[in-house]
């Protein structure tokens, strides 16, 4: 039978667990405020700030990308995880109003594997649309670009498009799947890369539909695999 002293000395041996990430909790962040860290709940920091008209009144709106705080290594240099959160916020007579916040959407420090980025730069706003760009992989990746809107009718944001793309970077095959979220229309191509031409040429395409369900921000997780 182990003593307790060897087991303890086995258990010291063990390689350190990282510490599992904290999601945000969305009670902690403010409805409304003048300024956009008056929406970054302790514990949190802003890790970047996009701007944008959203519901077409000519005033700049606010997306924040949120981090959650600590060091990026312990004190063995172990990379440590930290969660993501986004924050959407419509500017109306002079203030910030919170329409919707996700503590899901955005993948976490080390959730991208070996593409993990350093951050900033994951999400923009173009002609209203808030588009979540993110990869995920390492010699098999997943592209995933995710579309959102502003309903004013349910004051929320809500998602209208979605493309994934499955790629083996060793063989480059690809598969794209692009879903338009409002109709349902669905388009599935087969790609190989083509070195010659320095671009990926269509193999296959179809087209079906899917049921449309109304998914908003707070709703969506990001395809794992």
Request: glycine letters at 8%; a neutral charge; charged letters at 30%.
């Amino acid at each position: 039978m182990l003593t307790r002293t060897l087991v303890l000395l086995l258990l010291c041996a063990l390689p350190a667990l990282a510490q599992e990430p904290k999601l945000l909790d969305p009670n902690k962040v403010p409805r409304e405020g003048q300024d956009p860290k008056v929406f970054v709940p302790q514990g949190w920091r802003i890790e970047d700030i996009y701007k944008g008209d959203l519901n077409k009144d000519d005033s700049l709106d606010v997306v924040i990308q949120l981090v959650e705080d600590g060091p990026e290594t312990d004190a063995e240099g172990v990379v440590q995880t930290h969660s993501r959160a986004l924050v959407v916020l419509l500017e109306q007579g002079g203030k910030l109003h919170r329409v919707g916040v996700s503590n899901r959407v955005l993948y976490c420090t080390t959730c991208g594997g070996a593409l993990s980025a350093p951050g900033p730069g994951q999400v923009k706003i173009e002609k209203g649309i808030i588009l979540v760009d993110q990869l995920r992989g390492a010699r098999e990746i997943v592209h995933t670009i995710l579309r959102f809107r502003y309903e004013p009718q349910d004051k929320r944001v809500l998602l209208i498009g979605q493309d994934d793309i499955q790629t083996d970077r060793n063989s480059g095959e690809s598969k794209s799947v692009s879903i338009n979220r409002l109709t349902g229309k669905r388009i599935t191509e087969k790609l190989q890369y083509d070195a010659k031409k320095d671009k990926d040429v269509v193999l296959s395409s179809k087209q079906d539909k899917v049921t449309v369900k109304k998914q908003y921000l707070e709703d969506v997780v990001p395809p794992e695999e």
